[in-house]
């Protein structure tokens, strides 16, 4: 266990080392005070999600806080999945320049940089900054995207009604309505007010068995426990199922206790 969490904190180091210096041509031309708290801030988020990380290996994550667990590592994820984006345009910038490099040592003519000074004197900026520019800013789109997800989204439900025909279909199931829903997530929750809303929504539309496809937790049934009453109030005559998903299995490490057996 040890093992891994040293090579994923120094892959995120790594990660982060590089954005950083493409975040250094980013703002090559602004003040020092400026480029300094840009610094202090970038490094500042990294020590955070270190800190995290390390702490959840030390002391079990399972025991902390909902809120503090929940929103701590979805940070992580969303800061980490985002500079990836930025990664990649950075690996293609450095590409051109290795390019220029080896093929102006081939040459011994500097044709490419040559090439790169006539397109900058046209556009007025480098292939270099064009790319580095648009990688902070598809960066920035899953970044604010997820963000926004995690904290207002995650409450806005939406209904897609969809019609279905088969041939061979029993004229009996004319008409009959199934409501498919997914990926709840009870662990996330910090009240049961969005619960009980979603519940509503779907007794609402009247249907006649609804089917759950997985991802009910996060992590332990025992996330399940405060929201079961809710749940209980799905109604439909002719059932509710559901399957396991990825999430259902869990972190099931020591056998149940007595909460998770009543789930």
């Known amino acids: 266990m040890i093992v891994r969490t040293l090579i994923l904190l120094v892959v995120l180091f790594i990660i982060d080392f ?3 210096q493409g975040i250094k041509l980013l703002t090559r031309n602004a003040t020092p005070q400026t480029s300094r708290i840009i610094a202090i801030a970038f490094w500042s988020i990294t020590v955070f999600c270190f800190s995290v990380i390390i702490t959840g290996f030390f002391i079990d994550w399972h025991t902390w806080p ?3 667990r929940t929103y701590s590592f979805a940070f992580i994820f969303v800061t980490y999945f985002s500079k ?3 990664v990649l345009f950075l690996l293609i910038d450095d590409i051109f ?3 220029r490099l080896v093929t102006g040592w081939i040459t011994s003519k500097p044709a490419i940089a040559a090439t790169e000074e006539a397109m900058q004197s046209r556009t007025g900026i480098t292939r270099s900054s064009f790319l580095i520019k648009m990688g902070a800013v598809i960066a920035a789109l899953p970044f604010t995207a997820l963000l926004y997800g995690m904290i207002k989204g995650k ?3 939406q209904v897609r009604n969809i019609k279905l025909a088969f041939n061979k279909l029993p004229g009996a199931f004319k008409g009959f309505r199934v409501v498919q829903i997914s990926d709840i997530h009870t662990g996330s929750f910090m009240d049961k007010a969005p619960l009980e809303k979603a519940v509503k929504l779907i007794n609402d539309l009247k249907p006649d068995v609804i089917f759950f496809t997985g991802d009910l937790v996060n992590d332990m049934s025992t996330e399940l426990v405060p929201y079961k009453e ?3 109030g799905l109604k439909a005559p002719h059932g509710v199922f559901s ?3 990825n999430h259902d299995y869990g972190d099931y490490y020591q056998w149940p206790s007595k909460e998770e057996k009543n789930c």
């Open 84 to 86: 990836l984006f930025f």
């Open 243 to 245: 399957i396991l998903g």
């Open 155 to 157: 409450y806005d439900y």
């Open 97 to 99: 320049r290795l390019f």
């Open 230 to 232: 809710i749940l209980a």
């Open 66 to 68: 909902k809120a503090i």
């Open 18 to 20: 590089y954005v950083f």
